[in-house]
């Protein structure tokens, strides 16, 4: 198979992907404007304790695997939870199939990989260019709770919400809702910030 033929063949995936994650969350989000998000869920044990802690919070967990998305789903399921959904998806997708008329409330973002060798830092999701996706698919209210173990990725990600003009760091904030999830537990230490939109924000469009 040619380049331009394995290009074509990505592409169509990509559509294909998109075009149904899109009627999901359409339907999963229908009548619930402002969800809360878990970026990186895992097994699921921190959102399915959040979203039993918040019945009022329709709570969404993603991550890329589907064995973890699975497991997530039983967590659920053992819980009877119906303000709860887990979905395997990259957040860029994610955040492009969102409807119009959503937009996230709160964001979290919990020891994600640090990509910790200087040529894959480009990996790492607090980028600038997440941050400003994230901003346009948030309301003016919304919070992004982001902690890690690994100290030079939080330095480099306080530099990058500290630099970035849709998202300013929130000291006075109080994390909302603590529990130790898999990674936390085997952690020495760690380190924890929130983000907040800037005041006069305009709404996600």
């Known amino acids: ?103 996230l409330a709160n964001v979290f973002i919990l020891f994600p990989d640090p990509w910790p060798k200087r040529r894959h830092h480009k990996n ?10 994230l901003a346009a698919k948030s309301s003016p209210e919304a919070h992004l709770h982001f902690r890690t173990d690994y100290a030079p990725y939080f330095d480099d990600a306080r530099r990058t919400l500290s630099a970035h003009d849709q998202w300013c760091i929130a000291p006075e904030a109080a994390w909302p809702f603590e529990l130790e999830t898999v990674f936390q537990s085997r952690a020495n230490a760690y380190q924890s910030l929130i983000a907040r939109r800037p005041k006069g924000s305009s709404p996600a469009a």
Not at 82 to 101: G, H, S, T, Y
Not at 124 to 133: E, K, M, T, Y
């Open 124 to 133: 790492r999701i607090i980028q600038p260019g997440f941050l400003s996706d």
């Open 1 to 103: 198979m040619d380049n331009h033929a394995r290009t074509a063949e990505y592409l169509t995936r990509r559509d294909t992907r998109l075009a149904d994650l899109k009627a999901l969350l359409s339907n999963v989000l229908q009548g619930k404007s402002r969800p809360t998000l878990e970026i990186g869920c895992g097994h699921g044990h921190y959102l399915t304790a959040y979203a039993t802690a918040h019945p009022e919070a329709f709570c969404v967990g993603i991550d890329l695997l589907k064995d973890r998305i699975a497991r997530a789903e039983r967590k659920k399921n053992r819980a009877r939870l119906a303000n709860l959904v887990f979905i395997q998806a990259e957040a860029a997708d994610l955040l492009n199939a969102l409807p119009k008329e959503v937009a």
